[in-house]
């Protein structure tokens, strides 16, 4: 079970997951909302702090209950998970994890803004190379299917040779009118 689902069982604890919202509880009660041993807890338990998520605070002595803080809301760590799975490239699972979780306008639009700025041209530099100043250009489109070839050559799908011709020009151009070969981006025409 992924950590983000144990942080969305605490529902069943919780009523609500809001940020800043304490109740005591124990390791068993925990258990029982996870479905797995006191000691699985304890790992979870350590793994949503890690992430930021909760603030847990054991109750010292017997019969003592501890203390589980929510940090952070359900909203939040909704849009969390669907920025990480927009930038995998799995669209569908980010707008899914939002419809899911019935987040508010105010996040779905701080999806938006987000997802605009992840899209369109950008200039980054190129890790692979040891020179600094090589830099790469970047145009990324969101498209409900990959598209692993764009040369002319050798596209395949209708959608690849759209965007092929999109971006590429050819060297000559037929004339409808009398079909003579004229240049196109070439300068000149030798016969």
């Known amino acids: 079970m992924q950590l983000s689902e144990h942080f969305f069982n605490l529902k069943k604890l919780f009523g609500k997951l809001e940020s800043q919202i304490s109740q005591q509880t124990t390791l068993q009660d925990l258990g029982t909302v996870w479905n797995c041993t006191p000691r699985n807890v304890k790992w979870i338990i350590r793994r949503l702090c890690t992430a930021g998520w909760i603030a847990w605070s054991p109750g010292r002595g017997r019969g ?5 803080t929510i940090l952070t809301s359900e909203a939040e760590v909704a849009l969390t998970l669907a920025q990480e799975a927009t930038s995998k490239g799995r669209f569908h699972d980010g707008i ?4 899911e979780h019935k987040v508010d306008e105010l996040t779905r639009g701080r999806f938006l803004r987000w997802l605009e700025g ?20 970047t145009l ?23 965007m092929a011709r999109q971006l590429f020009d050819t060297l000559v151009t ?13 300068y000149y025409l030798h016969r």
């Open 64 to 68: 003592n209950r501890s203390k589980l």
């Open 96 to 99: 899914r994890l939002l419809e």
């Open 118 to 137: 992840q899209y369109g041209y950008r200039v980054d530099k190129n890790e692979n190379y040891q020179l600094d100043t090589l830099q790469l250009d």
């Open 140 to 162: 990324r489109l969101p498209f409900y299917r990959s598209m692993p070839n764009l040369d002319p050559v050798f596209t395949l799908r209708r959608t690849e040779w759209h």
């Open 174 to 186: 037929k004339n409808n009118e009398d079909d003579k070969i004229m240049p196109h981006v070439a």
